[in-house]
């Protein structure tokens, strides 16, 4: 299996929306706004903050994107973290979270949170294992006021 995490561009607005709504598809509750991702809003999202696309054998199969807190410039959000349903359960997503983490560290950037839909308990478990923890004070910058509120789990990168 070729491997390949790369960061996204402009031109991967369409490309990454398009993942998005697949690899939520059937896995996040339908009242997320990720099933109604557009390549607007990911245009947004790449300029104001940045992403990663995740390929197995040139095909790209998973994408990821961060935007920092409009209050804490180096704090970064990650969001929208999905793989296609044909290549779950090979840990691809790991690769993804570390891109973020890696490009975090190297940006001088002091933290890294991500949330957790209330409908998806077993994903602590698996950010706890990136050195994420659990930050219960903390509120989701993007959360869906019509859902249950994500928890929030950050990761310190500096100290």
Not at 79 to 108: F, K, T
Request: net charge negative; proline share 4%.
């Amino acid at each position: 299996m070729n491997l390949r995490v790369r960061e996204a561009t402009r031109d991967d607005a369409r490309l990454i929306a398009e993942l998005t709504r697949a690899a939520w598809a059937g896995k996040v509750s339908v009242t997320s706004s990720g099933h109604r991702e557009t390549a607007v809003i990911v245009a947004e999202h790449l300029r104001d903050g940045g992403g990663f696309v995740l390929e197995v054998d040139h095909q790209a199969v998973g994408s990821v994107r961060w935007l920092p807190l409009d209050s804490e410039q180096d704090v970064w959000e990650v969001c929208r973290m999905g793989v296609l349903p044909g290549h779950r359960g090979d840990n691809l997503s790991q690769h993804l979270l570390e891109a973020v983490i890696h490009h975090g560290l190297a940006s001088g950037v002091e933290e890294v949170r991500l949330a957790v839909r209330a409908d998806q308990p077993k994903l602590i478990d698996f950010y706890a294992a990136y050195g994420f923890e659990l930050a219960e004070e903390l509120e989701y910058s993007h959360a869906n006021p019509l859902e249950p509120a994500p928890r929030v789990m950050r990761r310190l990168l500096r100290h």
